[in-house]
């Protein structure tokens, strides 16, 4: 039977890359001259350091720049809460979505059923298998998902005939 499975992974290189470009355009800017301000990355966390809440403000704008024109969608990032350091450094915790939780799991599942589609949805881990007996109706599934949750930037991906 055709199935496909749909997830939320973002491109870990791309983000990498976004970082390393991220710190080098702080390090060349005039207003950071001076200025301990950086991102850095622990598995799917990102951490902004700055010396105040403005420049905090412009590292994020710098990040969200970078991963935009890398092609990572901005709604991956989750921002945290501002926090103090000692003195006047500020941080700030990113979080990079990595699999669909089960809120936003069981709100696709409901979304397919309500459809009535002759499809079966089934919550594997941190992905949603779709299965069916006709390619259309996976593909009418697939554009049904990309139109209702515009809040998570779904893939579809493990297309099988």
């Known amino acids: 039977m055709p199935s496909f499975d749909a997830t939320l992974e973002a491109d870990e290189t791309e983000i990498r890359n976004a970082i390393d470009q991220t710190n080098k355009e702080i390090t060349t800017r005039f207003d950071f001259k001076g200025s301990n301000a950086k991102v850095e990355q622990r598995e799917h966390e990102l951490t902004c350091h700055a010396d105040s809440d403005f420049q905090l403000g412009q590292v994020r704008d ?5 991963c935009a024109k890398r092609g990572v969608d901005v709604r991956f990032l989750d921002l945290g809460d501002v926090q103090k350091m000692g003195g006047d ?3 700030q915790v990113i979080t990079v979505r990595h699999g669909i939780a089960g809120d936003d799991a069981k709100k696709i599942v409901r979304i397919i059923k309500d459809s009535k589609i002759k499809v079966q949805a089934a919550i594997q881990g941190d992905a949603v298998r779709v299965t069916g007996t006709k390619r259309d109706d996976l593909q009418s599934v697939m554009s049904l998902l990309r139109k209702d949750m515009t809040e998570l930037p779904l893939s579809f991906g493990n297309f099988r005939d």
């Open 62 to 66: 710098v990040l969200i720049g970078k």
């Open 89 to 91: 450094r500020v941080k």
